[in-house]
Each structure stands twice: as structure tokens, then as C-alpha cells.
């Protein structure tokens, strides 16, 4: 644990992949309004670099290490949280990777598992130990980061696609669950925000935004409580587009795309 924040004043934000992108941009939107932080990542030396490097306030933020892969560590900081700090307002499933694969690779598997572990065991792990507290308070955002890549498939991509829709179902499910108690769930669909996971991508990446402007327009939703908010809104009409297109055309359209491209070494 590098930073220490003490219960008190101010909404409770706690945001898993916070040690680089979005989640750290979130984390500076959440800062800016007044929040007091929680935040999670494999790689805690940096988060608590960049905290210091950004002047926060050590009183208001928390950083511990966490991978969202490990069910135990997670149910721990949620206790720790719950216990120290109270029950969040705000909790925001971030943490992802984004990396190519090849089935016909045996390899391979091991980066799917990986990725859904991460992006659909890891953002159930982190709602769970607050879901019960958040509907008896009778308030909350649960925030789920999923993207526009799960809305169809994308070759080279599987893995990432199908967590990534995973995460879409997942939120619109616990969102039901949880609208009868006053906690509403959100589910945020980025279309290519500049971030390390797409810095590598071989491909052409329309509406491509700084991690900074996604953060600043996704906060927003999560204030309103909005079920579903694809940004920017250009990727909306995309996304909107790929669902209407018939599965040939669809083919098609994306003959030929590069891959992503897969893990170093591969």
C-alpha cells in the first residue's frame, strides 16, 4: 500500500486498472470533483508514482495492488474498503487487456482465459463485495467499461470481442438486479481511445480520442446514471450500423483487416 486515505469527506470512487489510460484519466475526472480515491492495479509502483507525480492529495487516495484475476485479493480490498473507508458511491471495472489471437495456436487459450478472467470474472469480483451494501444504502454507480469491439466480432480479436460483449450482458443483467434498490449500472461501450492497448494497433482507428476527453464525457454518464453510453457519439452511429448489418456484408467489409496484433513473440 503506497498511499493513505482517510475515511471522511466526499464521494468514494474506486476504479480497478488504474495504473495507466482511461483509469487514470477517470481517476483525475473523480479527483477534480471532489472524490476520494480507491484505486486498484497489478502495478502498484506506478499508480503511486503517478499519484505523486500528479500532486494528489494522499489524504484522499488509496492505491494497493490488486489483481482483479485473483478472487481473493479482490474479495480483501473489498473488505478493507467496506471496513476503512465505507461503502463506495462510484465503482468502475477497468481493468482489461487487449491483446490478438490465433485459435489455431494452442498458446493461444491461455490469453483467452486470461482475458476473460480479467474482463468478466474481474469486473464481477469487484461489483460483488459492494453490491449488497450499495442496495441497502439504496444508491451507487457499478461502472462497467466494455467497448465497441463487443458488439461484433472483429478478426484476430476473439478474445477481446467476446469478453468484451460478455461485460455488455453481464451490466444489463445486474442492472435489473439492482434497479428495484436505487443502484443504477453503467455500462461505458469506448470506441479507440488513445491509451497503451491501441498504441499498437496495426489498423486505422476512427474517432480516435485522448483518454482525457473519454474520461471527461464518460464521467458525465456516470453522474446521470445512463445504462449505456457509447463515446464518442460518432462511434455510437457505428456501433448502432454493425448491429443492423447482415452477417455477408458484415464479412465482407472486413476482409483483409489487419489482426490485432498478438501477444510479444507469438
Not at 493513505?4 to 495504473?19: D, M, R, Y
Not at 462511434?235 to 450500423?241: D, H, Q, S, T, V
Amino acid at each position: 500500500m503506497s498511499t493513505t486515505a482517510a475515511a471522511g469527506a466526499g464521494p468514494l470512487v474506486v476504479i480497478s486498472g488504474a495504473s495507466s489510460g482511461i483509469g487514470q484519466a477517470l481517476a483525475l475526472q473523480a479527483w477534480a470533483q471532489g472524490c476520494r480515491l480507491l484505486l486498484l492495479a497489478r502495478r502498484e509502483a506506478e499508480m503511486a508514482h503517478w499519484v505523486a507525480a500528479q500532486g494528489l492529495d494522499a489524504t484522499r487516495v488509496r492505491c494497493m495492488a490488486v489483481d482483479v484475476r485473483d478472487l481473493a485479493a479482490v474479495a480483501a480490498a473489498g473488505r478493507h474498503c467496506l471496513d476503512e473507508l465505507g461503502v463506495p458511491d462510484i465503482v468502475i471495472a477497468n481493468a482489461g487487456l487487449s491483446i490478438g489471437v490465433d485459435t489455431a495456436d494452442a498458446a493461444d487459450l491461455e490469453v483467452m482465459r486470461m482475458t476473460w478472467e480479467t474482463h468478466n470474472l474481474g469486473t464481477a469480483a469487484l461489483f460483488q463485495p459492494f453490491v449488497a451494501a450499495m442496495c441497502a444504502r439504496g444508491s451507487g454507480r457499478l461502472v462497467g467499461v466494455a467497448s465497441v469491439a463487443g458488439i461484433r466480432g472483429l478478426p484476430g480479436h476473439g478474445a477481446y470481442c467476446a469478453s468484451k460483449a460478455g461485460v455488455i450482458s453481464y451490466c444489463e443483467s445486474l442492472r435489473g438486479e439492482c434497479r428495484p434498490y436505487g443502484v443504477k449500472v453503467v455500462t461505458l461501450v469506448p470506441g479507440y481511445v488513445d491509451t497503451p492497448l491501441t498504441r499498437g494497433n496495426p489498423y486505422g482507428m476512427p474517432f480516435l480520442m485522448p483518454a482525457e476527453d473519454f474520461a471527461r464525457i464518460a464521467w458525465r454518464a456516470i453522474e446521470a446514471g445512463e445504462r449505456y453510453r457509447v463515446i464518442p457519439w460518432q462511434m455510437g452511429w457505428i456501433a448502432r450500423l454493425m448491429r443492423l448489418l447482415p452477417d455477408a456484408l458484415f464479412d465482407r467489409l472486413l476482409a483483409g483487416r489487419p489482426r490485432k496484433p498478438r501477444r510479444p513473440g507469438a
